[in-house]
């Protein structure tokens, strides 16, 4: 028995609590504010791509409370489409969109964290700081790469569950840097579906750091979406007014 | 011949177990393919655009899990559903579900366009179960999506990823769908289920099938022929060549259809006839000649009946290769295997059956004294004589006048090629349909797939006439398109009083943004089965209430006069096209087999009679039997479908043995100095009895598929049994009285095998009635 229970008192006396694992990583993740161009480039399975540009802003504030917003620039049926999404901690998102070809701004309410971003292989919580109450986490112990946590979080009811729209995820943490550099999530038949790789990121002071290129890879459709910023800038001064429906339809 | 079969009578009957057994053993091997699709040729228009379809938007069988209740908005019953739906969404495997918590609701409130869930949380109180109803009742894409109008069912649709086995997918919502189900009946529906019904069902049939067919046929061989020694050996022929066709099918690479079902049973009720003929034969052969050796009364039974044996045969084997100008391919396979296992019967039985009666010898079987229904029997033919002779010209103006009556009822021969109909009234799949297609639109779809620059404003407003064309139409249930959803969403973006409410905005640039606007508040999955991601195809998915023929040819040719002037290219296909293009196909290759088959047949008579006035008349019955057939089934409303269409083909193979008897036997009566009066008595009692006695065999070998699963199969059993009896009444009433009154030159012709022992009894091709264990001669 005790030969059993050994390595499992080891581990645990070896790594630091899980949760406090994720905790660090996500407030690594969060900047105060940040500028910068995002490129989407979704690939078909047949070769065929699409691609999408925006500029973003964003801006943190106490509480958990994010703003961001986002411009189109292409492709051009799209171009000046804008969006302000004011993301919540514990309620769901706000959201308005302005929409230049018809003049209107419509508010959005939605909840579904689990669905697509912008037709892409990521979720809109994958783009946005998580949510660590909605999961629990654990360590487990598989092969991986030296140097690096594994953590598995499952999500803690299957309201939340159908919410994220996956039964598991394992992500892989730098020990070092506490930056998550993989996530594979696995489908309610405990079958993996996707695989996320974090393949660049910008250091910032602090140890925190902002995320330049990452991929996607659906294993079900075998679509691939990657994301790389460009002229990123952090820590600059955003007026609050900058996140405003008037600056919105500008 | 008989020398030969004799010297290597070992090696041929070795060869001749060998052959069973080793067939018998490659059965196990045999798959089933219920997939209806796959009896079309892939050439066929309407399966390649299908194909072509489903390579953008995936497949479109889905499955239809439906609930019913008196009142389904209570919390009890939703939270049922969402527990079963939860547990269908946790199979990877399913690519697409709509469920009563998947479908959103599109709507502006207070400025707001919110998109979310129809039921976010199961109202527990009669106002918002009162509230639920009205959203309900509001919402396009849920009312009779996934409530019916009435409230009293409702329903899970979900799409099968292909890269699962069905029959796996199938088994994971059954798991899944065993739970509590309180007061709600469920019943599941669609086509994956229609062809896992129909797998069990064709499984089934097999099982039960050819036993009771073997059944059926060991008691009328046993009525028949007296012992079992003289049973075993037609019985040992059809079990070695039914194993040798059905060996066949996984051989060739080929799977069980539906139909294939069919092709043992036709060996069944038809290749123990030649084993049957030459057993009888034999017996009153050597009841005859007692004191020849059992090699020479051998000689006499080939020398006798060798020639009609391969005539009957050839006729039977042409007929069934009918079937191979068929479209449908499980017909060919069918007409194929028959044709195969008819021909190993032919040759087994010209062979095997003389070296297994030299071998173990058969019992001398006679009844001496005829029994009371043999004088019956006997009576009702001489009768029969009398009235042909006598009212021949009436015979011959009633039987025209009922042919002429049938004719009309061809007009009203309808096609069925709703495989929903293949299943009794009551079978759960059936019921499901019913439910699906009064409630839920419709459980067979049309597919149009447009292919332009579907953000083009124009090309939309076109997606959008289409849609709205084929939402008016009779017979059509529910209508997907993404028209509909650029709609619903400009609803939410404006007011009703505005322009553009309620339309497809005017330009590239406001569709557009619209699509990022539904792509940012609901799930851009919710339309990728109406819209390619690229924006370049969009598909309208056209459900059908009524899948009947004529519905879908009306609605496929009201989309191909919209699709003139299209700006762009437009594709119809779908499962209900494809049944369509079945349709069509059982009817060319009703057609087309026919044609083969009577020509065939004509040239056959004509070689055999020397005559093509032989030919012609020799083909009378066979025609006038199959007028009467289709005829029947139009005024009985049996509709023409898989199984039925085969029915013609069959029916010759089988049918015209009885013409070339009748007109071989009274040949042989006019040869012999009969008059052609004299000779039809003669016929009648020579041979009458032994047509009627093998049209019994044939339908009681049929009369086993009326224990089928399938509705259509077991139509098949009732009408074969009023075809084979057709063109045995126009073999022995039609054909004398032709024969009499129009006395035609061709009937004298010489028989090359006529023996004098034969000529002694006035007749050398056939067992007279000694088929039926009576001499008539004794």
């Given amino acids: 028995m005790l030969a059993i229970l050994l390595p499992l008192l080891q581990a645990s006396a070896q790594n630091p609590d899980a949760a406090q694992i994720m905790m660090k990583c996500r407030d690594l993740s969060i900047t105060r504010s940040m500028t910068g161009k995002m490129n989407l480039k979704i690939t078909e399975k047949n070769g065929s791509t699409r691609n999408r540009t925006i500029s973003m802003t964003s801006k943190s504030y106490d509480g958990g409370l994010e703003k961001r917003l986002i411009r189109f620039l292409e492709p051009a049926d799209v171009r000046g489409t804008a969006m302000l999404i004011v993301d919540n901690r514990d309620i769901p998102d706000e959201m308005w969109i302005y929409l230049p070809a018809l003049k209107k701004t419509r508010r959005i309410v939605t909840s579904e964290k689990g669905k697509s971003f912008m037709s892409s292989e990521f979720s809109n919580a994958d783009m946005t700081s998580p949510t660590l109450s909605d999961f629990s986490y654990k360590h487990i112990t598989v092969a991986g790469p030296a140097n690096q946590w594994i953590i598995e979080s499952i999500p803690v009811t299957d309201d939340k569950a159908d919410e994220y729209g996956f039964s598991r995820r394992i992500s892989y943490i730098d020990k070092d840097s506490y930056q998550t550099k993989k996530m594979e999530f696995y489908g309610f038949d405990n079958r993996l579906f996707k695989v996320i790789e974090i393949r660049d990121v910008v250091l910032l002071r602090d140890g925190k750091y902002m995320i330049r290129d990452m991929a996607a890879s659906n294993l079900l459709n075998g679509r691939k979406s990657e994301i790389v910023f460009s002229n990123l800038s952090e820590g600059t001064d955003i007026d609050d007014s900058f996140f405003t429906l008037r600056n919105l339809e500008k | ?778």
């Fill in chain 2, 1 to 778: 011949m008989t020398d030969f079969i004799i010297k290597y009578r070992w090696f041929i009957i070795r060869l001749f177990i060998i052959t069973g057994a080793g067939s018998f053993l490659i059965i196990p091997g045999i798959k089933t393919d219920p997939d209806i699709r796959n009896y079309i040729p892939e050439s066929i228009a309407s399966r390649a655009e299908t194909d072509k379809i489903e390579s953008v938007f995936g497949v479109q069988d889905m499955i239809m899990i439906l609930f019913s209740d008196g009142m389904m908005i209570s919390h009890d019953n939703l939270d049922i559903i969402r527990k079963i739906d939860r547990s269908i969404s946790r199979i990877s495997s399913i690519s697409d579900r709509i469920s009563p918590f998947t479908v959103k609701s599109i709507r502006s409130e207070e400025g707001m366009m919110v998109v979310d869930p129809l039921i976010s949380i199961i109202p527990s109180d009669t106002d918002g179960q009162k509230k639920l109803e009205k959203d309900i009742s509001e919402n396009r894409f849920a009312a009779n999506t996934v409530f019916s109008d009435d409230l009293t069912s409702a329903a899970i649709t979900a799409t099968l990823s292909s890269s699962v086995p069905e029959t796996l997918n199938l088994q994971k919502i059954d798991s899944a769908l065993k739970t509590e189900t309180g007061n709600m009946q469920i019943l599941r529906g669609g086509l994956p289920y229609i062809r896992k019904y129909l797998l069990e069902e064709v499984n089934r049939d097999a099982i039960l099938l050819i036993p009771a067919a073997l059944v059926i046929m060991l008691l009328v061989l046993k009525v028949n022929l007296g012992t079992w020694r003289s049973v075993l050996l037609p019985f040992g022929i059809v079990f070695v060549t039914t194993a040798l066709s059905m060996a066949l099918i996984p051989l060739f690479g080929w799977k069980m259809s539906i139909i294939t079902v069919l092709v043992p049973v036709i060996l069944i009720a038809v290749a123990n006839n030649y084993g049957i003929y030459l057993v009888a034969r034999f017996q009153e052969l050597s009841l005859r000649y007692p004191d020849l050796s059992k090699k020479d009364l051998i000689r006499l039974l080939l020398s006798s009946l060798n020639m009609p044996i391969l005539f009957s045969g050839l006729t039977t084997v042409s007929g069934l290769l009918g079937l191979m100008m068929h479209s449908i391919i499980p017909a060919r396979q069918v007409g194929l295997l028959a044709a195969a296992g008819v021909s190993a019967a032919l040759l087994m039985s010209l062979i095997v059956v003389p070296v297994m009666i030299y071998v173990s010898g058969i019992a001398k079987f006679i009844r001496k004294k005829k029994t009371r229904t043999t004088r019956r029997f006997e009576k009702l033919l001489g009768r029969i004589s009398e009235i042909i002779i006598a009212r021949n010209g009436i015979i011959l103006a009633v039987s025209l006048s009922i042919v002429l009556l049938f004719v009309s009822g061809i007009f009203l021969l309808r096609i069925n090629t709703n495989q929903e109909n293949y299943f009794s009234e009551r079978h759960p799949v059936r019921e499901a349909s019913k439910m699906i297609n009064s409630k839920f639109g419709g459980s067979q779809t049309i597919s149009v797939m447009i292919e332009s620059d579907i953000l083009d404003p124009v090309v939309m407003n076109e997606i959008d006439k289409m849609t709205r064309w084929a939402e008016g139409q009779k017979g059509i249930g529910n209508v997907f398109s993404i028209s509909q959803i650029v709609r619903e969403m400009s609803k939410a973006i404006y007011t009703k009083d505005e322009y553009g409410y309620d339309m497809i905005p005017d330009t590239r640039e406001g569709i557009a943004q619209m699509f990022e606007l539904y792509n940012m508040s609901g799930n851009p999955e919710d339309y990728r089965r109406l819209l390619d991601p690229a924006y370049t195809k969009a598909h309208i998915l056209i459900k059908l209430a009524r899948p009947e023929n004529e519905i879908i040819m009306f609605v496929k040719s009201g989309i191909d006069e919209l699709s003139k002037g299209f700006p762009g290219k437009v594709t119809t296909g779908g499962y209900a096209l494809i049944m369509a293009d079945f349709a069509h196909s059982i009817i060319r290759g009703q057609i087309f087999s026919l044609i083969f088959a009577v020509v065939t047949v004509f040239l056959l008579l004509s070689i055999i009679f020397r005559s093509f006035k032989g030919g012609l008349i020799g083909s009378v019955p066979l025609i006038a039997s199959i007028i009467v057939l289709l005829g029947f089934m139009g005024f009985s409303g049996i509709e023409l479908d898989a199984a039925t269409a085969l029915l013609s083909s069959i029916m010759i193979g089988v049918g015209v043995d009885f013409t070339i008897q009748f007109i071989w036997c009274y040949n042989l009566k006019v040869n012999s100095g009969l008059s052609f009066t004299e000779a039809v008595p003669e016929a009648m009692s020579t041979i009458g009895r032994s047509i009627i006695i093998n049209a019994l065999v044939v339908m009681s070998g049929f009369a086993a598929l009326i224990f089928s699963g399938f509705t259509s199969i077991r139509f098949f059993g009732y009408l074969v049994i009023i075809s084979i009896g057709s063109c045995m009444l126009g073999a022995l009433i039609v054909i004398p009285a032709i024969l009499v009154r129009y006395r035609p030159g061709f009937i004298g012709f010489k028989t090359n095998k006529t023996s004098e022992n034969e000529k002694e009894n006035n007749y050398a091709g056939y067992p007279s009635a000694t088929v039926a264990g009576v001499s008539t001669k004794s």
